[in-house]
């Protein structure tokens, strides 16, 4: 399903960070070397927000495994690109297949490193999540209305171009927190806080000229 099939913006918007850009994520960045171990910066984070990594390390494995290795789909799909396990050096044949073959297997490895990191900060950072909605969020939804109803009560008029570029942040700074879990760089707090606060800044606004403008 491409973006620019879907007629209504949002589901427009919404197609592209959560089906889209996932998976020409999960496509194209397993081409580069990917270290398998989580960042320590990302550890320092979790650790320091009281987030047991050691817990959410076995919840993970375990989901992991019942999802992926046991159901038989890790193995099988690195068995179909050659059945190579990077890191051995019994390979059948020589020169452009062997190359073939490795590349293809260093490839489906690194999909499942990005899926296995995915699912590391979707459990790590869900209480963070959950945190922010209450703490920036909602406060910033009820402030934006507030606003959106002092504008109302004065009369000012509305103005479609204006709500419609903040309705759109809104979208936007939502579709870029659900696709954090993926993205190719270390969470490190700054970036964590950077997006968090856009979020509630453009949900604020979105909130504030809703059906008004300035």
């Not at 650790?47 to 050691?54: E, F």
């Not at 989901?63 to 193995?75: D, E, K, L, Q």
């Not at 490839?107 to 963070?128: D, F, P």
Request: glycine share 6%; charged share 10%.
């Amino acid at each position: 399903m491409h973006p620019a099939s879907v007629k209504n913006t949002f589901m427009s918007h919404m197609v592209f960070w959560l089906v889209f850009l996932p998976i020409l994520t999960i496509i194209f960045l397993p081409l580069m070397k990917i270290a398998a171990d989580i960042d320590p910066v990302e550890l320092r984070m979790v650790t320091s927000a009281g987030v047991d990594v050691q817990e959410v390390a076995e919840k993970v494995n375990a989901r992991f495994s019942n999802w992926f290795i046991r159901t038989g789909v890790m193995p099988a799909s690195e068995s179909f690109f050659g059945g190579y396990v990077p890191g051995t050096d019994q390979q059948e044949g020589m020169g452009m297949a062997t190359n073939m073959r490795t590349f293809a297997a260093d490839w489906v490895r690194g999909m499942w490193i990005i899926v296995y990191r995915a699912m590391w900060r979707l459990q790590a950072l869900s209480g963070i999540y959950i945190a922010a909605l209450f703490a920036i969020c909602l406060p910033a939804f009820i402030d934006g209305l507030a606003v959106r109803a002092r504008k109302r009560y004065q009369f000012e008029n509305y103005n479609p171009v204006f709500f419609y570029f903040s309705y759109h942040s809104a979208v936007l700074v939502l579709g870029i927190l659900f696709y954090l879990p993926i993205v190719p760089v270390a969470l490190s707090p700054l970036v964590v806080i950077l997006f968090l606060g856009l979020l509630g800044t453009a949900i604020w606004w979105a909130a504030a000229n809703l059906q008004t403008g300035s």
